[in-house]
């Protein structure tokens, strides 16, 4: 069984950070392409960053600079360190693990940021 398990989300200040934890189970997690993902209220679902097996990463033009994705294959964790953090920011983030055949998305958690 495949398990996505996010943690790290709460409520912070303008400016504050937060670190952003997914523990992956029942994949072989060093293969995939591991992502975060955030929804707002009312908004659609955006890449907010990826990393590759080989270590290449991609953000979004918004969180350029403020973010950084990182993944520890041995504890099949892949984390989102935010800085600087916007009201814009704020969402349900989720975790998403992919390859050519599949994508596998955890259960999401929130990140609110009060200004």
């Known amino acids: 069984q495949v398990q996505l398990v996010e943690s790290g989300g709460g409520l912070v200040q303008a400016g504050g950070s937060l670190r952003l934890s997914c523990a992956a189970s029942g994949i072989i997690f060093s293969i995939n392409t591991m992502g975060w993902y955030r929804q707002a209220p009312g908004k659609q679902r955006e890449l907010v960053a990826d990393i590759t097996p080989g270590g290449t990463t991609t953000y979004a033009d918004s969180v350029k600079g403020r973010f950084t994705i990182s993944r520890d294959d041995a504890k099949n964790t892949v984390y989102l360190q935010m800085n600087s953090l916007k009201p814009e920011d704020t969402a349900v983030y989720y975790c998403?693990?992919?390859?050519?055949?599949?994508?596998?998305w955890g259960q999401g958690t929130p990140v609110t940021v009060s200004s």
């Open positions: 998403n693990g992919k390859t050519a055949i599949y994508a596998y």
